[in-house]
């Protein structure tokens, strides 16, 4: 069963850092591109970062360029999303999801998703 | 960034109705577009891929279709599982974006 399981979310206070998970089974890690998409609390998607399928190409939202970073290691089949200097416009459930390109470039359909985990920013 | 514009963005409708929701897009080409399905507190669900195309194991009363700039998702007959939130996706311009999202409710 291919399947996707987030962790790593809280609370946090502006300003500060959370590392997200994201383990990967049933199918083959190393082959997808993968991204996290947030949904901040009643309001829609929002597409936050891709990795390619190799770690070689990374791209991310304006919304969050510099401050986070995504990391993934095949080895493991587990992607990170590293979160610094929070703001509370940060606030939302965090999705891993796959790509459907299979070892190419992403087209950024996502065929696959998580269940989320929520990151509250709150002083 | 391409802007997604969705519509209804609430809708009311019983079982066995046929129902339409539309995306339009503010610009760009080509019929990359998917549509996801969202029940509370659930990761959205991939519907239809590259506007027509449906997902793997995913009811046939769902379809899609394209016309220019505007996406069409439409549900045959509305069955008691179908109520949801429905979004559509554009990622045939970077970056991806969202429609913001319609509500159906009984």
């Known amino acids: 069963q291919e399947q996707l399981v987030e962790s790593g979310g809280g609370v946090v206070q502006p300003g500060r850092s959370l590392r997200l998970s994201c383990a990967a089974s049933?199918?083959?890690?190393?082959?997808?591109?993968l991204h996290w998409v947030r949904q901040a609390p009643g309001k829609g998607l929002e597409w936050v970062a891709v990795?390619?399928?190799?770690?070689?190409?990374?791209k991310y939202a304006d919304s969050v360029q510099g401050r986070f970073t995504v990391s993934r290691d095949n080895s493991k089949n587990t992607l990170d999303l590293q979160m610094n200097s929070l703001t509370i416009e940060d606030t939302a459930v965090y999705y891993c999801?796959?790509?459907?390109?299979?070892?190419?470039?992403?087209?950024?359909?996502?065929?696959?998703w998580g269940r989320g985990t929520p990151v509250t920013v709150s002083s | 960034d391409v802007q997604m514009t969705q519509s209804p963005s609430s809708l009311s409708a019983s079982v066995g109705d046929r129902v339409t929701i539309t995306c339009r897009a503010s610009?760009?080409?080509?019929?990359?577009i998917a549509w996801y399905q969202q029940k509370p507190d659930k990761a959205p669900k991939p519907l239809i891929y590259?506007?027509?195309s449906l997902e793997s194991g995913v009811s046939s009363r769902f379809s899609g279709s394209a016309s220019g700039t505007d996406f069409t998702l439409t549900i045959s007959s509305l069955q008691p599982e179908d109520f949801a939130t429905y979004y559509c996706?554009?990622?045939?311009?970077?970056?991806?974006?969202f429609g913001q999202g319609t509500r159906l409710e009984i």
């Open positions: 610009q760009g080409s080509g019929n990359w």
């Open positions: 999801a796959r790509d459907w390109t299979l070892k190419g470039a992403s087209i950024y359909y996502f065929d696959l």
């Open positions: 996706q554009q990622y045939y311009s970077y970056p991806p974006t």
């Open positions: 049933g199918f083959t890690f190393s082959s997808h591109g």
């Open positions: 590259a506007a027509a």
């Open positions: 990795i390619s399928y190799d770690g070689n190409d990374k």
